[in-house]
């Protein structure tokens, strides 16, 4: 067919791209005519790429093949975007499953690629690969989504149950009340996937935890999967009962980090294609860059972007729109955290002189300040490396380079430091805030 043939001028020129957005292009063959070309996209994000990038080629193709002029119309399965109303719903914790939380909408990346797998694999081998899974991970970084995905990917062969520990715990409550405690033990006992979700509310209901005890030695000796999140590791969950928290260290533990820039544009194309809305590439870019890594407030950021444009009859929405839309939300951290903010931060935080980090000594304590000093610098100011060296009395910029090489390769082998500087950022960031 004409289109097909289209399509692989297309794919031999940029299969990367063919992949991405003319695969599953389709060629709308009652819309069209000689003189006017209609073609369907998978959805709004592809089609007004396609529009722009590959209109005037499509047409160039189309006269090298038939010696006709035609327009290109670019249209798309309708997608309705959600309401505000319906979109909050679904993004606060959910008491059950949400369809769309799976493992094909979930962006990976280095900060998530980690609890991905372990949570795919056991969705292929429930109960026998890690048992528990335990995933822990700051607020809207993917945590249910990632649980859920292995709900929804076992929903239809198993039995599994989904809750949080507060819907857990307040069903335990009303059937201690009602002295329907049977009730509560068949329904848990006999489950095949036992997902609990944000385990930290556990926090101080002994009896529950009590309970949860039981249930979770049951389930386990049956090899039963159970699957539990929190927003941090078992061993920081005071509350819990030693003998609960060995049992949760006793699987496998995963993190979640805050996504990298490059993961958090693509989880921002994602969520628009879902949402049938369309951002051009700067915006996103910015909407990624200005915003907190909580991806649960950058959707609802999208939406209400997306909304306002829609009320205010904007066609195309733009850096500067977004900027005067999001205005509240922004904060221009990297541009106003001076050297001197960082010095500052450091030398509190490891109990050293602020002019010993910018001094030649070699003592050890003062090194790493000095080092993780350069790495902040990097990540906050605008300041180049050259002007680094120089601040930190470096050889030269290339020195700074070393050092936050060396940094990185530390940041990305050692958990436990990894958070330690998470920590360290969060509180510059804050105090910028204030
Ligand atoms: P948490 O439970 O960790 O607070 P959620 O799982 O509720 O976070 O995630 C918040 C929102 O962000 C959800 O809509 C989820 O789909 C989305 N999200 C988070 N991480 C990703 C990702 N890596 N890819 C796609 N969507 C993501
Ligand atoms: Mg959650």
Do not use: W
């Not at 035609?70 to 909050?88: C, D, F, G, H, R």
């Not at 980090?357 to 100011?381: D, G, H, P």
């Amino acid at each position: 067919m004409l289109f097909d043939k289209i399509k692989n001028e297309l794919k031999s020129e940029n299969p990367v791209n063919y992949n991405k957005f003319i695969k599953n292009l389709e060629f709308d063959e009652d819309a069209s005519d000689s003189a006017r070309l209609v073609i369907k996209a998978p959805n709004i994000y592809i089609a007004n790429y396609v529009k722009r990038k590959y209109s005037k080629k499509i047409a160039e193709l189309y006269k090298k093949e038939t010696g006709l002029e035609a327009s290109i119309e670019i249209t798309t399965k309708e997608i309705k975007p959600k309401k505000l109303e319906e979109y909050e719903e679904i993004i606060s914790t959910p008491s059950v499953l949400i369809p769309e939380y799976t493992f094909e909408s979930f962006i990976t990346g280095p900060s998530n690629q980690f609890a991905y797998s372990a949570a795919k694999s056991v969705a292929e081998n429930p109960g026998k690969s890690y048992n528990p899974l335990f995933i822990y991970g700051g607020v809207g970084l993917g945590k249910t989504h990632l649980i859920q995905a292995i709900g929804n990917y076992l929903k239809n062969k198993l039995k599994v149950i989904y809750v949080t520990s507060e819907q857990f715990m307040n069903e335990f409550r009303e059937n201690v009340r009602n002295h329907t405690m049977d009730r509560f033990h068949e329904k848990y006992r006999n489950c095949d996937v036992l997902l609990i979700d944000d385990v930290q509310f556990f926090a101080q209901k002994e009896q529950t935890q009590e309970e949860f005890f039981h249930t979770f030695n049951e389930l386990y000796n049956q090899k039963k999967q159970i699957c539990l999140t929190a927003d941090r590791p078992p061993k920081k969950l005071h509350d819990l009962v030693d003998r609960l928290r060995n049992r949760f260290e006793a699987g496998l533990i995963a993190d979640i980090q805050p996504p990298e820039l490059e993961t958090k544009i693509e989880i921002i194309r994602k969520k628009c294609e879902i949402n049938g809305i369309y951002l051009p590439d700067d915006v996103i870019e910015f909407i990624a860059t200005k915003l907190d890594s909580n991806i649960r407030e950058i959707e609802g950021m999208i939406v209400k972007l997306h909304a306002l444009a829609k009320l205010l009859g904007v066609n195309e929405i733009t850096i500067d729109f977004a900027k005067q839309a999001l205005k509240e939300h922004i904060k221009d951290k990297k541009e106003n955290i001076t050297l001197e903010n960082i010095i500052e931060l450091i030398a509190k935080e490891f109990n050293i002189k602020p002019s010993e980090i910018t001094s030649k000594s070699r003592n050890q304590n003062i090194v790493a300040a000095r080092r993780t000093a350069i790495y902040l610098a990097r990540e906050f100011t605008k300041e180049s490396t050259p002007s680094i060296a120089k601040y930190f009395g470096l050889k030269d910029h290339s020195a700074v380079s070393h050092s936050i090489k060396a940094f990185n390769k530390k940041l990305k082998e050692d958990n436990e430091f990894r958070m330690k500087i998470e920590e360290l950022k969060n509180k510059i960031l804050i105090r910028k805030g204030e």
